[in-house]
């Protein structure tokens, strides 16, 4: 037989599946965890990859709403360990890198950016990724989920907000329990605490997501916004500080489309149509 230049040729490989998968349609941004062989754990490609679409969807005007969710049987596991583990060989390679060019990032882009944020809680939320459903405004858990903060159990401190968002939505001495002594706590003693905003079963999970996020993809976007940036300045400010945002920003909503269609629509006795703007 003659060996042709074919049969020399090595055989293709499939690709990977890309690690974050994002889907954009009516306004809202689905972004999906896809490594669910590894938990979807955050190696150096997911985060890259998530880092990236966070800033394209905050920047986008056509994006009114972004999901935040995980393919398989978790939402996210935080750090991937096996490829930590193997940075801990390189004495240039430290977590404190990873914390500064991709968590704080991460968290800062899903806690600012001017419209609202949904977190669908499909599985186990650990570590970093726990810290990002935190981040995000509203937190739908499939009653299958579980949460654990899981850094002291690896004899880590926290990072990714944890030690600013825990504190605000259960109080500093249940979120210092939650965070030096680590477990697993399941959705529904999360809702009691908390710590997400509704429990589902699991089959009706992305229903229940897809039906908030259309909720929200339809308002007053730029008022969604404001209200995000409110709260989160009036935090650490006084009560001066405080108000005098408040009416920097009521001064811009009040001048803005969403809210002349809104004073309009109330006369009018109809539901109003939102733009974003």
Known sequence: MTETADDRRPAETPASPAPLLVEVADGIAWLRLNRPEAMNSLDNALKDALVSAL???????????????????????????????????????????????????IVTALSTMNK????????????????????????????????????AGIALSCDSGASWSLPRLVGPARAKELLLLPRTVPADEALALGLVTKVVPADELEAAVDE????????????????????AFSASADLAAAL????????L?????????????????????????
Do not use: W
């Open 244 to 251: 005098a945002n408040e009416a920097e920003l009521m001064a």
């Open 116 to 151: 609202p944020v949904v977190a669908g809680i499909n599985g186990v939320a650990a570590g970093a990724g726990l810290s990002f459903a935190l981040a995000c405004d509203f937190r739908i858990a499939s009653d299958r989920a579980g949460l654990n903060t899981s850094f």
């Open 55 to 105: 800033r394209k969807v905050g920047d986008d005007p056509a994006v009114r709403c972004v999901v935040l969710t995980g393919t398989g049987r978790a939402f996210c596991v935080g750090q991937d360990l096996k490829e930590h583990v193997r940075s801990l060989g390189d004495p240039s390679s430290t977590l404190a890198t990873t914390v500064t060019d991709h968590y704080n990032p």
């Open 212 to 231: 908030l996020a259309r909720q929200l993809a339809d308002g007053p976007t730029l008022a969604y916004g404001s209200i995000r940036r409110a709260v």
């Open 253 to 277: 909503t009040g001048a803005s489309n969403d809210h002349r269609a809104a004073v309009d629509a109330f006369l009018a006795k109809q539901a109003p149509t939102y733009t974003g703007t």
